[in-house]
């Protein structure tokens, strides 16, 4: 007897259905965790572009002594002390990106081990019958579709997660809430291509790079449940018969998956 025919159909399907389970349950915390993380990263561009703003105000004033008045002094230590929450905001956001890219990086091993087990599914041949050739080839092929969309998207998750540390550092670097309001910092601090206008940036780009990775994601679930679907309705038709006798039905009807 050769391995292929020691394959035992109900309970490969078994774990197949399992290990898609699994990958639908983290991909569904990812899709929450990066949706969340969307909301956090528009209101981190819109308190930078606040704290420019409250800066600007001093730093473009036609009076050089702008920022040693009582007014001035307030709105540097403002702008500060923004940017020292800022830091703390971004921290968080961070950790929710990383939480993100780990759960994406467990359903790729996911999807990983299930293609292995369908592949074993696939070297039955004949014994089969044609049938449940037809069945696996549908279910390899939708998971395939998931392994790509999986794929995909952790690149997305990974270079946000970079991102905000990037635009992070550039925060606590240039403006601490430890020292004085200087002006010459704050200066510094938004000089062209420098500061916070690099971290505007990235912040933007981690944002629209989040939607993506959102809608990524949310094929992905959609493709994983209906490819668990596929599982469930092949392993109803197989588990109540002998191993090698092919089943009486056409086969069940291939839920349509969506176009990608």
């Known amino acids: 007897m050769t391995i292929a025919h020691e394959v035992d159909v109900p309970e490969t399907l078994k774990a197949i259905t399992r ?3 699994d ?5 569904e915390a ?3 965790h990066l949706g969340t993380l969307e909301t956090r990263l528009t209101r981190h561009d819109y308190a930078i572009h606040d704290l420019q703003w409250d800066a600007a105000r001093i730093l473009t ?3 050089p002594d702008a920022a040693t008045t009582p007014e001035g ?3 540097l230590r403002a702008v500060q002390d923004g940017s020292d929450q800022l830091v703390q905001d971004m921290r968080t ?6 939480t993100g890219h780990t759960l994406l990086t467990s359903a790729g091993r996911q999807v990983g081990h299930a293609q292995r087990l369908i592949s074993e599914l696939g070297e039955l041949g004949g014994l089969g019958g044609e049938i449940l050739a037809a069945e696996v080839a549908v279910l390899a092929t939708r998971t395939e579709r998931l392994a790509t969309l999986v794929e995909g998207a952790v690149p997305l998750a990974e270079r946000t997660q970079q991102q905000l540390g990037q635009a992070q550092e550039i925060l606590q670097r240039q403006v601490g809430s430890g020292a004085a ?3 010459d910092q704050f200066q510094r601090f938004w000089a062209v291509d420098v500061g916070i206008f690099d971290g505007s ?3 933007a780009q981690a944002r629209t790079t989040t939607r993506d990775g959102t809608e990524l994601l949310e094929r992905a679930v959609h493709t994983g449940t209906l490819t668990a679907v596929q599982a469930r309705n092949t392993l109803r038709q197989h588990t109540t018969l002998p191993h090698h006798e092919p089943p009486p039905s056409a086969g069940p009807a291939v839920p349509a998956g969506p176009s990608i």
């Open 61 to 63: 004033s036609d009076n």
């Open 23 to 27: 990958t639908q349950d983290l991909l």
């Open 19 to 21: 290990r898609l389970d």
């Open 201 to 203: 940036r990235a912040v």
């Open 93 to 98: 956001s961070a950790a929710a990106a990383s």
């Open 181 to 183: 309001p200087v002006a």
């Open 30 to 32: 990812a899709v929450q």
């Open 73 to 75: 002094h307030q709105t």
